[in-house]
């Protein structure tokens, strides 16, 4: 379904944003006609990998303010492709349960704590692990969680072993602080970078 450049752009497009986007913004943006970006776009929402709703871009409204646009918004369903199959996800569910279960939550952090310093940036870092990162003023916020559905289900345990494991990530950056400020929809970790 990503194979396809102009549907790929598009899709990174969306999932980037951070708000709703409209056929002529997401054109604009990947530089294809608009008639192209809607034919991608609705592909994409027939494949699951983005969600529709209607609404006025104008924020206009009554009679005269014309019909409401398509916008488009990254699905909040996640979706797993393996061939063969695998089951990564029922396996994590498992042994999060058991670490709950037996009460080795400090374990599981400080396995976390070991993993290696990545020198890169942390927006690097964190983007070629799935997090999404963007600048919000004097942080690093996270549009996903590459650990959702396990933390929905274990929150303290995911949430906090995500922490340690973003700040061993990034360790070797004395400019990064990692703490714990949750938004909707959004990883749980922030990373202050400061400017020294």
């Known amino acids: 379904m990503l194979a396809d450049p102009v549907r790929r752009d598009l899709y990174e497009y969306v999932a980037d944003a951070g ?11 990947v530089g294809v006609a608009r008639t192209l970006a809607a034919f991608h776009l609705d592909k ?3 494949a699951g990998l983005l ?11 009554g ?10 918004r990254v699905a909040a369903r996640e979706h797993l492709a393996s061939v063969p199959p695998r089951d990564y996800r029922g396996l994590a569910m498992l042994l999060a349960e058991a670490v709950e279960a037996a009460g ?7 396995a976390a704590r070991r993993l290696p310093a990545d020198p890169r940036e942390p927006v690097v870092v964190l983007a070629e692990r799935g997090y999404r990162p963007y600048r ?3 942080v690093i916020r996270c549009r996903n969680c590459p650990f959702h559905a396990l933390s929905a289900q274990f929150p303290v345990l995911v949430c906090a072993m995500n922490y340690e494991l973003i700040e061993a990530l990034l360790g070797g950056d004395a ?19 400061s400017k020294n």
């Open 51 to 61: 969600d529709v709703a209607h609404r006025r871009l104008t924020g206009r409204s």
């Open 136 to 138: 919000d003023g004097g």
């Open 63 to 72: 009679p005269g303010a014309g019909r409401p646009a398509k916008v488009y």
């Open 104 to 110: 080795a939550e400090e374990a599981l952090k400080a």
């Open 19 to 29: 708000h709703e986007v409209g056929r002529a913004e997401a054109a604009d943006a």
């Open 44 to 46: 994409l929402v027939d």
């Open 175 to 193: 400019r990064a602080r990692v703490r714990l400020d949750p938004l909707p929809g959004e990883c749980c970790v922030v990373v202050e970078v």
